[in-house]
């Protein structure tokens, strides 16, 4: 763990007496993430409570949250350097309450960064809620989704269900590009589950388990009447993956 770093308690302690926590709610993409950080930031400021909302690497390429459903706020933007204590002893230096942290993206963020955050609820009572992945597009834990199941008081699944194409709940991502179904490649690649203006453009596309591990990234109309699946489709079905 970190060294834990002198941070004020929130001046909104006597309000909210009950414990601080950490929460994580983790999903595929596009299972609503973005919108319930928005949500969970809303309903606390509406309340009165000051809050900090962080990102990292969101599709809009700006510090901001952004929902699917067309709701954006802006946001601090993070790096893997950002020490997420020392941020919220400035806004206290700057005379600013911080009673709760909203993190967007949280997928990204580094071990150490989530242990800080830990410590924000621990040390300071600051409630964090963080949102993010739960699988990279090999269907592995990112580090920061890994720290958080190891650290988070409360962990859910959005409840949102993102369909496969084949009509099952959607809990894997697949990353594609030109067309083709990857496995191999950096961890990060910011992209969008719509498809880029260019072919060649990588994109998402969230998948049933079954057709995360065959390939398949199913029919695409190719006109009236007409599917085509993407890739080398093989004599069984399945389609060959690079
Ligand atoms: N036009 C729309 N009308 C209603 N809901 C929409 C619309 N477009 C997107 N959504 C909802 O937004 C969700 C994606 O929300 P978003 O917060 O961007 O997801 P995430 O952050 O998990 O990628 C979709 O699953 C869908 O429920
Ligand atoms: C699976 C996977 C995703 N990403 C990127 C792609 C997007 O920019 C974000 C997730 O955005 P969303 O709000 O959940 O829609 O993460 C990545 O970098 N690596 C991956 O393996």
Known sequence: MSQPVSVPASGDRRRHAAPAHLT???GPMDCGKSTLALQVD??????GRQGLRLTQGDRSRAPQISSRVGLSREAVELDADTDVRLMVRDRWAGGHRVDYVVVDEAQFLTGRQVEQLAELVDESHVDVYAFGLTTDFRAELFPGTRRLFELADVVQRIQVEVLCWCGAPGLLNARVVDGA???EGETVVVADTAPGPSEEDTRYQVLCRRHHVRGQLGPTPTGPGQLSFPGQQLADG???VR
Do not use: D, G
């Open 181 to 183: 179904m990857v496995r």
């Open 42 to 47: 809303h309903n606390q400021s509406r309340q």
């Open 24 to 26: 994580f709610f983790h």
């Open 238 to 240: 399945q389609v060959s």
